[in-house]
């Protein structure tokens, strides 16, 4: 059996899959390159049989044929991270116990000495995409193992979750029809490549709908203005920290260039927002000067997305939607049935995007499922006239203070619209009196000196009086991942250090 997607390209050979540092390149050299790798990486075998290839190489080209290169052979593909130091990437390759790993020569001074250490042969990028014969390769089922990607930790040690092709075509597949995706779409891509975010939202949405998509090679608020103020890209889709860098940028331009970044911004049919809760002043400011009302959605490493905000309709501030096509949510309480209209509860998923299985946990994969296949998803959220609301994890994000259960996303919502505050992470931190004592880190802006006791009195106005921080700090910048979320546990660790104030 034929994967769709690659039957999809060799259809549309002559288009333009993939713009990058390194050229562009069409469907058909794609399928080509890809091929090549595939045949190396088989070197002689007729299937790889879900062996792991872990890689390492940098947005571009390269990236985007190894990926498809490791598909085709049979192989389990687990990007790795590149912005991740030399003792990450040993994890990964404890964890994952690949075959070999795929370097580029720009990083494989990262990986090379660690892979030595694992006996594993390091096959740099320049060797595997040299043009060559393309041998057999095996066909692959739907049910097959395609990916595994590393979830982000905030919770334990990173977990490795396996997504068949089954599980990728049903994502892409619910995100194009929700999303209006077609092959007239332009989409910029400077995410990392080693998260759902950037492989499946963008990446692979694009080339399944014979998209073109644009690579960055890195992140720079400026680039990505001056490549938006061309006008030709259609789609545009960032976390909240780029969109808060994307707003700095703007404010410290000249008039005439401001006007042009906005026009061109203006001209993309979606810009979406996601992997963290997007802060409401973000939202509207971001609308106000180009007149795009952000998408807000909601998805995690195990199911893909599962909400979203309409593409025709309102989009609600601090809401991320309703269930996307072919997928079913519903929320439970703490003994796992359904909460009544109105109520909190966990969020719980079920359909043909979640993912299979925690590499070689079987217990943790267990306990992740309820009955009849639903997908525990740990977060919290409410319904609110249709729309969900997410409150947060339950682990982080909601906490139990003096008896109340409250959510931290509510409050950082409140600090977040206090004039001078950029940014916050409210956590519980562990107190005899209270289970968690409510605190806050606060990012401020520099021409903004804030008042701690000042901000304070601003939440009392708006908030119950076991919500207001009792601790509040001023920090430069809040620790984050590599997808820009709060890494709260590392936010705990700073009031620990600190007397109350």
Request: aromatic share 6%; charged share 20%.
């Amino acid at each position: 059996m034929k994967l769709p997607l690659f039957e999809r390209a060799a259809g549309i050979r002559e288009r333009t899959a993939i713009v990058a540092p390194e050229g562009a390149f069409n469907f058909g050299e794609l399928l080509d390159a890809s091929g090549w790798v595939a045949t190396r990486l088989l070197a002689g075998r007729d299937d790889l049989d879900s062996e792991r290839i872990c890689y390492l190489v940098p947005p571009g080209w390269h990236h985007v044929a190894v990926q498809w290169g490791i598909w085709r052979s049979g192989g389990l593909a687990v990007p790795l991270a590149t912005s991740h130091p030399a003792a990450e990437l040993a994890y990964v390759l404890d964890d994952a116990s690949p075959e070999a790993v795929v370097a580029h020569p720009d990083l494989i001074d990262r990986v090379s000495g660690v892979a030595a250490e694992r006996q594993l042969p390091v096959l740099q990028t320049p060797a595997l995409l040299a043009e060559g014969p393309t041998g057999v390769l095996p066909d692959l089922a739907a049910d097959r193992s395609a990916m595994m990607l590393y979830t982000s930790g905030t919770t334990g040690r990173p977990k490795g979750v396996v997504v068949t092709h089954g599980n990728l075509q049903a994502q892409v597949s619910s995100l194009s029809d929700a999303w209006g995706w077609s092959e007239h779409d332009h989409i910029l891509l400077h995410l990392p490549l080693h998260h759902v975010h950037g492989i499946t939202n963008i990446l692979t949405s694009a080339l399944w709908n014979g998209a073109t998509c644009e690579i960055l090679s890195r992140f720079n608020a400026v680039d990505v203005w001056e490549r938006l103020s061309r006008g030709d890209c259609t789609l545009y889709m960032a976390v909240p920290t780029v969109y808060r860098r994307l707003l700095e940028a703007w404010q410290r331009a000249d008039p005439a260039t401001r006007e042009a970044w906005s026009a061109g911004a203006l001209a993309c049919r979606l810009m979406v927002s996601g992997s963290a809760a997007l802060p409401v002043p973000t939202l509207e400011r971001w609308q106000e000067i180009t007149g795009q009302r952000l998408l807000e959605r909601y998805g995690m490493t195990e199911i893909g997305m599962a909400l979203s905000n309409p593409l025709n309709g309102e989009r609600r501030a601090g809401h991320v939607g309703q269930p996307l096509p072919g997928i079913d949510v519903r929320l439970v309480d703490e003994a796992g049935r359904p909460v009544a209209a109105g109520a909190e509860g966990e969020i719980q998923v079920r359909g043909p995007t979640v993912f299979s299985t925690y590499w070689r946990r079987e217990q943790e994969t267990q306990d992740a499922f309820a009955e009849e296949d639903w997908f525990n998803t740990g977060d919290q959220a409410v319904v609110e006239d249709g729309a969900y609301r997410i409150l947060g994890r339950a682990s982080v994000d909601i906490l139990k203070t003096g008896g109340e259960k409250i959510s931290a996303l509510e409050i950082e919502d409140v600090l977040r619209s206090y004039t001078g505050v950029v940014d916050c992470a409210v956590v519980g931190v562990p107190d005899a009196d209270w289970g968690d004592r409510v605190c806050a880190a606060v990012v401020c802006e520099a021409s903004h000196p804030l008042d701690v006791d000042a901000l304070r009195g601003f939440a009392r106005e708006r908030l119950a009086p076991y919500k207001v921080p009792k601790q509040i700090i001023l920090v430069d910048a809040l620790p984050r991942n590599a997808m820009g979320k709060v890494t709260k546990p590392t936010v705990v660790e700073l009031f620990d250090l600190r007397d109350v104030d």
